[in-house]
């Protein structure tokens, strides 16, 4: 439901700024929310708290630009993953340390009042146009983060996979296999900000459909993602599960994807569970070092509904399953699941807390209509 990624407009590149001293290596613990890294940074003396977010650029709060006294530069459009725009100030983070690694005049972009750095407790992203000259790993079993410049200190295992940055922010893309057969290859951005495993953007699903490799297909309209720039907006949205996906030597079976209009179909911060990743933007090249089976079988019965949040209440976002249209509708408020309580509740549980979807079989919404009518209904996982 939640993602990190920005995409900043073409007016002015990111990539400007620089590391101190030509050699560096550092390793770095992290702190893990819903899966997603969680890296102390310093700044002029003082530890914040930023999230690692390969998808965007580096971004800082309002107030931690007036804290540290950041230089507005300029302002830009910057797009979410949902699709929405917004015009955003720049500024110049002058100096910023992470472990022994020192960034130097790096721009970012300023977010001001967004509800995903209050409940992820963080002051910034870490974002690829800092990262766009060093090799980047994060390894999520012993949960550290390491930034070097040179491959040789950090010695991926697997055989590399070709990578590509983007122009504005140098996000990083790789061709994903989706299918054993052959050309049926989806770019898509590395994109350590996304919540799940795999989306598939909207423009390649019927594409790739005409290739046969989806099974499970649910079409429906409306909305259940929520960017940095708020929910996004109702369209038409594609459900359905590809029977596998190939990540180098790792091999992802019956995985269900949903599309979206971000710009960009991406692979998430899931892939941490499966496996050690590098990022070698120096030398664009992707590994990735499987920890485990070679291959997860991701098969999982879906709900029939997805929830979304609008003006701080929990509503129904998409439904799938039309047997549902005489029972629920779009923008019903959902005031209690299983009998807890989501009249009052803390929005940032939706946000850091596991879906309280998970793991249940079958669940009870009391929900509220447009008119104010209550009523239960009981929803099961096909």
């Not at 003082?46 to 804290?67: I, M, N, Q, S, W």
């Not at 020192?102 to 972009?109: K, L, S």
């Not at 079988?297 to 509503?315: A, E, G, R």
Request: with cysteine; hydrophobic share 35%; net charge positive.
């Amino acid at each position: 439901m939640f993602c990190c990624n920005l995409i900043a407009q073409n007016k002015i590149s990111f990539n400007t700024g620089y590391i101190v001293g030509e050699s560096y290596y550092t390793k770095v613990p992290y702190d893990t929310v819903r899966n997603k890294a969680i890296v102390i940074v310093e700044i002029k003396g003082k530890f914040y708290r930023f999230l690692l977010d390969t998808g965007a650029p580096l971004c800082v709060t309002e107030e931690l630009v007036r804290e540290i006294g950041g230089e507005i530069i300029d302002s830009i459009n910057v797009t979410d993953q949902s699709g929405l725009r917004d015009n955003m100030k720049i500024a110049r983070i002058k100096e910023l340390k992470i472990g022994e690694v020192t960034f130097m005049d790096t721009p970012g972009v300023v977010v001001d009042n967004s509800a995903i750095f209050t409940c992820y407790n963080v002051s910034g992203f870490i974002g690829s146009n800092m990262l766009r000259n060093s090799i980047l790993q994060v390894n999520g079993f012993d949960k550290t983060v390491t930034i070097s410049s040179v491959i040789e200190k950090i010695a991926p295992k697997s055989a590399p996979i070709p990578l590509y940055l983007n122009k504005v922010q140098s996000s990083p893309f790789i061709h994903v296999n989706l299918s054993d057969r052959k050309h049926c290859q989806q770019m898509a951005m590395v994109d350590t900000g996304m919540d799940g495993l795999f989306d598939l953007h909207h423009s390649n699903f019927k594409k790739l459909k005409r290739k046969k490799i989806f099974r499970d297909i649910s079409i429906a309209s409306g909305s259940n993602t929520i960017g940095l720039h708020g929910p996004g907006a109702s369209m038409d949205q594609v459900k359905g599960r590809i029977p596998s996906i190939a990540l180098g030597d790792k091999k992802f079976l019956n995985v269900s994807v949903q599309t979206t209009r971000g710009g960009e179909s991406r692979l998430g911060a899931d892939i941490f569970r499966h496996g050690i990743m590098t990022i070698d933007y120096r030398n664009k090249q992707f590994y990735f070092d499987p920890v485990g089976n070679p291959e997860s079988d991701m098969f999982d019965k879906l709900f029939p509904i997805s929830p979304t949040i609008i003006d701080q209440k929990l509503k129904i976002g998409v439904i799938w399953d039309e047997s549902y249209s005489d029972k629920l509708s779009l923008m019903d408020e959902i005031i209690a699941i299983d009998g807890k309580d989501y009249i009052n509740f803390d929005i940032c549980d939706l946000y850091i807390k596991e879906s309280p979807f998970k793991g249940k079989e079958s669940i009870n919404l009391k929900i509220r209509d447009k008119n104010g009518v209550e009523k239960d209904v009981l929803l099961t996982r096909k």
